[in-house]
């Protein structure tokens, strides 16, 4: 017997006068284990107020964040051909694909944006894991390709949030192939003298990784983010020796020179803004830099 649920919520719902209680009006810390209330939750940008664990954030809630005063334009990407490959697993590629896009109102994994960070007008090209796993496919390739094109067309910074599992299996080898491209897009962005700035959330892996997210003028690191290729375990098999603590969270790889900031949540804002400043050579516009 669930004493919360088969006791105390019965008791509760019949206190209020709502018709129900939301299942999400708490939320479990993955680190600590602490229930955390959704509401402080949101308040905190999803950071545990108990063990200050960083819960992924919501790709609307990340731009809002990052753009000064959460304004921006979002860019409209080329449509690709789903299911190139006619790939079936489980269940169909087409149906994987239909189902989370009606979850997230998303066509795809990514999201190309244009605004002002800090008063410097800026691109910014945001993986969203609630979608696949945030797996780069063609889709996603093609979004970092259209953000790179926009940037230099602008003359201004370009920015790429990672949250991904890697490549995407259903599409084969057309999916490692935008490992290839993603990194001659941002080569072709740092040809003409604008900055690339790389942020790296939990998680950043597989392909990703080893592309795009890792080839940034400068790297910003969530606290305590995962970031690497294969998977620790794997790692472990493989070499058959006992990895060190904390091995491929962001502190780690700042400790070995892969990463060049690790923040907070509540200090990513202030960073971008004090790096771009810098490789644009502008001062920041102070008074645009509340949130939403």
């Given at each position: 017997m669930n004493w919360l649920r088969d006791f105390v919520r019965p008791?509760?719902?019949?206190?209020?006068?709502t018709k129900d209680i939301a299942d999400n009006?708490?939320?479990?810390?993955?680190?600590?284990?602490?229930?955390?209330?959704?509401k402080e939750l949101k308040k905190s940008m999803y950071v545990?107020?108990?063990?200050?664990?960083h819960l992924r954030l919501y790709l609307d809630k990340r731009l809002n964040m990052l753009f000064d005063n959460g304004e921006y334009n979002e860019i409209s990407l080329p449509k690709i051909k789903d299911d190139p490959l006619k790939f079936k697993d489980t269940k169909k590629y087409t149906d994987r694909l239909k189902a989370y896009r009606k979850e997230t109102g998303r066509e795809d994994a990514i999201i190309v944006a244009q605004g002002d960070i800090g008063g410097v007008t800026s691109v910014i090209a945001?993986?969203?894991?609630?979608?696949?796993?945030?797996?780069m496919g063609q889709a996603v390739g093609e979004g970092i390709v259209k953000a790179a094109e926009i940037a230099?067309?602008?003359k201004c910074p370009l920015i790429t949030v990672a949250a991904s599992g890697g490549a995407r299996m259903q599409e084969g080898m057309l999916s490692l192939m935008q490992m290839a491209r993603t990194t001659a897009a941002v080569n072709l962005v740092k040809e003409n003298k604008l900055p690339f700035i790389s942020i790296l959330t939990d998680p950043t892996t597989g392909g990703v990784s080893a592309s795009f997210a890792m080839l940034g003028d400068v790297h910003i690191a969530e606290k305590g983010c995962l970031i690497g290729f294969a998977g620790q375990r794997v790692i472990e098999q493989t070499i058959r020796e006992k990895l060190p603590a904390g091995f491929q969270r962001a502190e780690y790889l700042k400790e070995h020179g892969m990463v060049d900031i690790v923040v907070r949540r509540d200090e990513m804002k202030d960073e971008l803004v004090k790096v771009i400043s810098i490789l644009?050579?502008?001062?920041p516009n102070l008074n645009r830099l509340a949130l939403k």
């Open positions: 008791k509760v719902k019949k206190a209020v006068s009006l708490w939320c479990k810390c993955p680190a600590c284990g602490q229930m955390l209330f959704s545990c107020t108990n063990c200050d664990h945001a993986i969203d894991f609630n979608f696949m796993g945030g797996s230099i067309k602008g644009m050579h502008k001062k």
